[in-house]
């Protein structure tokens, strides 16, 4: 059966801020191990967007955390520009030393609701369960802010777990997901595929792709190209 809609006040529920509090508290090792505990820290999930990224001449990071995605993008061979998104004063400090000598790599201290890029983007990442720590309206008004910074044909790649999660939090049936922690806990909500369609039909985008991948856990996850 198809999941029920969420009613207004789920809808209309906002939780971005109140996860604030975990991310300023986390330290980077523990950040590294939990892309381990779910596959992502060899950079899998660039590995698998690549070819539809590697021409664009700016590409920014939603969320880039303690650079993870970057650093698998610069691997790669990726020359071009690069705005690293992050709220946490101690991940972009920790950003500006690794990135140090990468002059394509630019770092934004904002939350993805008030950004205003520098420039026009070519592709806008959201991996690693970013859009996740969104309600589904603060989800909603951030993909139109984001489409709003956009070239003309730019696209939205957004990376969520695929239908469940394991390993880290515990998912409700009304699709928030609840993880707590010695130093903070998370409240997320994990967007379908009608979730993001109709976010995606509302913002005016023309097209919407599903892409699936196995992280290096064997977990599946899933890519949403907004484009």
């Keep these: 059966m198809p999941a029920s809609q969420p009613t207004i006040e789920e809808f209309e529920r906002k939780i971005n801020d109140e996860n604030l509090g975990f991310y300023q508290k986390i330290e980077i090792e523990r950040f590294s191990e939990f892309a381990k505990i779910i596959g992502l820290e060899t950079g899998v999930d660039i590995d698998e967007i690549y070819e539809i990224i590697k021409k664009d001449k700016v590409l920014v990071e939603i969320g880039a955390g303690y650079g993870r995605a970057i650093q698998a993008l610069l691997k790669k061979g990726f020359k071009e520009r690069v705005y690293a998104v992050e709220r946490v004063n101690h991940l972009v400090n920790y950003m500006r030393h690794l990135f140090v000598e990468q002059e394509n790599v630019k770092l934004i201290l904002k939350d993805v609701k008030y950004l205003k890029l520098p420039e026009k983007a070519d592709t806008i990442l959201w991996v690693w369960s970013g859009i996740l720590e969104l309600s ?63 976010m995606s039909e509302k913002v005016c985008f023309n097209k919407l792709e599903k892409k699936l991948y196995k992280t290096n856990k064997d977990l599946t996850r899933v890519f949403y190209i907004l484009s």
């Design 136 to 198: 589904l309206k603060e989800q909603e008004e951030a993909l139109l802010q984001l489409k709003e910074q956009l070239k003309p044909h730019g696209k939205i790649i957004i990376e969520t777990p695929y239908q469940d999660v394991k390993f880290i939090g515990k998912k409700s049936t009304d699709n928030y997901i609840r993880f707590e922690t010695d130093w903070g806990k998370i409240e997320a909500y994990l967007s379908t595929f009608q979730d993001i369609k109709l």
